[in-house]
């Protein structure tokens, strides 16, 4: 098993996710990091090179909806300085994650991700391009299969997470297909600190 940084890649006419690629780099005692590239998101409608496109030959249209953004209360459960608090807050993060691509609003993980966390700002800026195109997920773009705290300590954890990211449409403000996300299952190991509440302070790929 191999943990690594992850650096986001771009596919035309899909958004392939901050976390579709990794750059190797060994993490060790005394090991310093480099921060995420510049990550910029395809807004298509050109289709993708792949066999299977995400568009049809005619428009496709999908009802616009009119979400606001209310604060989502952490769960008792998730919020406890335990290890299956500390896993519990990384279930609920995953369900943030699907909220803020499918209002969207980047603003909405400011809460839980150290503005210096190492590895999250991928996931940021994929958001936060979404949100400056004026484009939405139709659905939960991820899905969790396992959320197991791998250490803990007084304030501090480790969480293994794998994840299912689903093959979702992303519309724009007139309801219009523009892109979707790239499907795949990814492994993470996820480093929390305990203030109140948990915060994510690094996020690593894992590579098996």
Same mark, same amino acid.
């Given at each position: ?9 771009? $596919? =035309?006419? /899909? ?5 579709? !690629?990794?750059? #190797?780099?060994?993490?060790?005692? +005394? ?40 604060t ?30 499918? $209002? =969207?609003? /980047?603003?909405?993980l400011?809460?839980? !991700?150290?503005? #210096?966390?190492?590895?999250?700002? +991928? ?7 979404v ?66 509440t ?7 790929k894992?590579?098996?």
């Amino acid at each position: 098993m191999r943990r690594s940084h992850h650096t986001p890649r771009t $596919t =035309p006419g /899909s958004v392939a996710g901050w976390l579709a !690629l990794t750059v #190797t780099a060994a993490l060790v005692a +005394g090991c310093t990091t480099t921060p995420d590239p510049t990550h910029t998101i395809s807004s298509g409608p050109t289709p993708p090179t792949s066999t299977t496109s995400a568009f049809t030959s005619s428009a496709t249209l999908i009802p616009t909806t009119s979400k606001s953004t209310p604060t989502v209360a952490v769960p008792a459960k998730a919020q406890e300085n335990t290890p299956d608090g500390a896993s519990e807050f990384v279930n609920f993060l995953v369900s943030e994650v699907n909220r803020a691509f499918e $209002t =969207p609003r /980047s603003a909405i993980l400011d809460t839980y !991700l150290d503005s #210096t966390c190492l590895g999250c700002q +991928g996931l940021r800026k994929d958001v936060a391009g979404v949100e400056s195109q004026s484009h939405r997920a139709i659905a939960d773009v991820w899905s969790t299969d396992f959320a197991i705290a791998e250490t803990w300590e007084s304030k501090k954890a480790t969480v293994r997470l794998r994840i299912e990211q689903h093959r979702v449409d992303f519309v724009d403000s007139s309801g219009r297909i523009v892109n979707y996300m790239k499907p795949g299952s990814h492994d993470y190991l996820l480093t929390l600190t305990h203030r109140g509440t948990w915060h994510v302070t690094r996020w690593q790929k894992i590579e098996l």
